[in-house]
């Protein structure tokens, strides 16, 4: 099931103010809604447009009005006016603002960022560490152990390598089947936590594989998007039983960490282009375990 089906704007992931308006805005996976409300006075070539520039706003926005009434103008001259209940659809160029001695309240789902200058929030692209990691032949393993035994043992695993998320700073992004997806701030911190995690998977008779790759990500609203993912998710896929694989550039960033690596060659990915150099954790110093 998805992480949220349903989010309240009474309670927003985030709030966009300027003056004479402001937007609630809630983040549903790839989908961003606002609860916008535009005060008497409002016009966005005053308001906004010193902020985030350009003459007329290049947003596309659709929505719905809910009270009040929204103007719209564009460059040819020509005028929108939408009330209650009404549906819009404006393509980017135009001038938008509050008509009457009535705020205009909207909800929307497309232009917010847009509209808004695409400022910092909910979708900004971050430098991320990524980790990766499955386990090995759960397939068979659940097979023989039968439904409710495996349910169990999968139960404790992810609960042990949470734990070892927390301990080392990591945040978990997603399970992913008998695998998850963990961000960190760092290569050498991810490096540890996949080692730890790797210990306690023995601990209870698993393997893992693990990847971890540092790269450039999307951030929409708890998850994380973009090509890095897809490299880690394949970097992990090229690892064996009880590797971590890592990529050049993560091992150039570790390598100061005291961690050591074994080189592994270069390998062909699956879906991405070129060759990719890849090394695997080789062992971690006693005094870096705890």
Known sequence: MPDSLAKNLATPDEVIEFPGVRAHLVDLGDLTVGYIVTEVGFRWS????????????????VG???????????????TLECGPNEVFDIPPGHDGWTVGDEPCIQIEWTGLRAFAGFPTGIHSR???????TDLVDSTTIAAELGD?????LLSNHFEAARAELERYGGREVTTTGDGML????????ALHSAAAIRRTATGHGLQIRAGVHVGEVELVGDDVRGVAVHEAARIMAAAGPGEILVSDMTRALAGASGLAFEDRGTHTLKGLEGE?????????????RS
């Open 46 to 61: 005053t308001h906004v447009r010193p902020t985030v520039g350009g003459e007329w706003c290049q947003a596309r926005h």
């Open 64 to 78: 719905v009005v809910l009270s009040g009434r929204l103007g719209i103008e564009f460059p040819d001259g020509s």
């Open 126 to 132: 971050i430098l991320a560490t990524l980790l990766f």
């Open 148 to 152: 409710a035994r495996w349910r169990e």
């Open 182 to 189: 963990a961000t960190f701030d760092g290569p050498a911190r």
């Open 276 to 288: 990719w150099r890849l090394a695997a954790l080789a062992s971690e110093p006693e005094r870096l």
